[in-house]
């Protein structure tokens, strides 16, 4: 049994329809140790305070498994299955958005750039790079120009 209530109704479907849900450092990690990293993507956040890109590693919109997310990400999650539920729930490894994402009420305001500082430094960072060193994210990129 997992330890947030799940919700199947046609609005929290809409929402990983549209866009995945930001793991923090910690469920990326999970994500990695479960098995699961091949199906992660690399995507940012601009934190204009600091005025720097923030690195975020997530579920992948499906077609963007281990790259990078485009200019703008949107796009169904790798991780929704035939009946438009999420798979990594009854796992435990639904990732913190999608856990604090409310339908029937607000979602917390700042929700997405809370999560986002999350990866705003050096423990992040590492979670990234190792996960880029499998050859994935900006790595792929690199690899694919090597081959052409």
Known sequence: ???????SCDE????????PCWPTPDDAQ????????DRLM???WFDNEQDKTVHVLTPAITGRESGQAPAIPSGRCTF???KGLCQ?????????????ALCK????AGLHEQIAQTWN????????????????????????????
Not at 105 to 108: A, F, I
């Open 88 to 100: 990594l729930h009854d796992l435990s490894l639904k990732p913190a958005e999608g856990k604090l």
């Open 42 to 44: 690399l995507d940012w």
């Open 30 to 37: 999970r994500l990695i140790d479960a098995g699961h990293a």
């Open 121 to 148: 430094g050096t423990d992040s960072k590492a979670v990234i790079d190792a996960w880029e060193a499998g050859g994935r994210g900006r790595n792929q990129l690199i690899q694919r120009k090597k081959t052409e």
């Open 105 to 108: 009420e607000r979602t917390p």
């Open 80 to 82: 929704l299955n035939e």
């Open 1 to 7: 049994m997992s330890e947030f209530e799940s919700c």
């Open 12 to 19: 929290c479907k809409a929402m990983c329809e549209r866009r």
